[in-house]
């Protein structure tokens, strides 16, 4: 029969639920209570009440679980080190938003050949989330596709929007209704504004049409997320200077806006050169030095070798090196996190954390 329909479609499948793959995959209750925890002391940060820096550390994209997981060992080991001053939230980024084209995420395509499970790749990301909150990691990730955030949230402790995706309404509805504090990035242009309006209309109730438990389509209601902030992310050059940041909180002020802040050491900040996200990281933790109480946190890409590789056709990329942006190696990791935990030590005074370990 003819139909107007469907013209561009080549092919439609069932996708389990997000409860199915939820009860399939659950979240113990310490698993609950460690993500609640962890989303309270970044709640914590974020209001000011916590002079500890929130650090957003991982790989640009998980490509091969296991290092994920040798990662996440070391890097839980150093957080345990440096938890008075730091608090360490992995990057567990499944979702690529891409400028145009290329390899999405491996919840879009687990088998880095373009045969796109999406199946297996979300069974592979929640398993691998749940995980790395049982090793005692809260978990940050980017919610890129709606639907994709029913199956993995409960296990997140920090979302990001992405720059391509923070002027859309649908994400900020998206961000209202999360249960986790949201950072919307600035524009790729570099531009602010989108953000503010961002937060504000997060921070906002709303009502759009989603996909519940059991894979209904339905009507959600929201109250709104007190804690949608902004993620520097710099574009057209850098934005995370001290100029920026005096701008940025004005504007901030005007749109009644808590004057959080966090500062992506990557992307636009570094120029996309890996090697640079040090020196913005220096830059941050000078400012704070200076005074500075808007910077709550950082993001670091950073994985266990650094640099980045193409996937080339019918090869298996190295499971250690980033396929998208370019990341620090663990080495280099290892010394900046290190590096500014003496440096927050220098800036308060050792006592000013003895109520975060004291709890
Ligand atoms: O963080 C990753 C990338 O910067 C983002 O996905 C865009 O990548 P692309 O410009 O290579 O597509
Ligand atoms: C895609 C990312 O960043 P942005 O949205 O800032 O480009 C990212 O952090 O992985």
């Keep these: 029969m003819k139909s107007s329909n469907n013209i561009n479609i080549a092919s439609r499948s069932v996708l389990s639920s997000p409860g199915a793959i939820r009860s399939e995959l659950p979240l113990s209750l310490d698993a609950v209570m460690k993500v609640m925890d962890s989303r309270q002391e970044i709640c914590d940060i974020l209001d000011g009440k916590s002079k500890r820096l929130m650090m957003i550390v991982g790989p640009c994209s998980i490509h091969n679980p296991d290092s994920a997981i040798e990662y996440a060992e070391r890097l839980r080991a150093l957080s ?11 990057r567990v980024y499944f979702e690529k938003p891409r400028t145009t084209l290329g390899w999405k995420g491996l919840i879009y395509d687990p088998d880095l050949n373009a045969s796109y499970n999406i199946e297996k790749g979300i069974f592979i990301a929640r398993r691998l989330m749940l995980k790395i909150v ?17 199956y993995i949230a409960d296990a997140v402790s920090w979302a990001a929007i992405g720059a391509r995706t923070t002027e859309a309404q649908t994400h900020r509805q ?4 999360l249960s986790m504090p949201v950072g919307f990035k600035n524009a790729t242009d570099g531009s602010f504004q989108i953000a503010i309006d961002a937060i504000s209309t997060a921070r906002s109730e709303h009502s759009f049409i989603g996909v519940l438990e059991d894979g209904h389509v339905g009507v959600f209601r929201t109250r709104g997320n ?14 995370y200077g001290a100029e920026h940041i005096a701008f940025l909180k004005v504007a901030m002020k005007k749109a009644k806006i808590p004057p ?12 996309k050169d890996y090697r640079k996200q040090g020196i913005v990281l220096r830059d941050v933790l000078s400012q704070i030095a200076d005074g500075e109480t808007a910077l709550a946190g950082v ?15 019918g090869e298996k990329p190295d499971p250690c090196i980033s396929i998208t942006d370019g990341c620090v190696g663990w080495e280099e990791t290892e010394e900046l ?6 440096r927050l030590g220098e800036i ?12």
């Excluded at 998206?174 to 209704?177: E, F, R």
């Excluded at 007190?226 to 934005?239: D, E, F, M």
């Design 299 to 313: 993001m670091l890409e950073s994985n266990l070798q650094p640099g980045a590789q193409k996937i080339k056709p």
């Design 226 to 239: 007190p804690y949608a902030h902004i993620v520097l992310r710099g574009g057209g050059g850098p934005n």
């Design 174 to 177: 998206l961000g209202s209704g």
């Design 80 to 90: 345990e080190e440096v938890k008075e001053r730091i608090l360490i939230v992995m």
């Design 337 to 342: 996190i290190r590096m500014s935990y003496d």
């Design 260 to 271: 959080a802040i966090i500062v992506d050491c990557s992307h636009a900040n570094s120029g």
């Design 134 to 150: 049982d090793l005692g990691l809260p978990v940050a990730t980017e919610m890129l596709d709606p639907i994709i955030a029913q």
């Design 348 to 359: 308060y005074g050792r006592d000013a954390f003895k109520t975060n370990t004291e709890e």
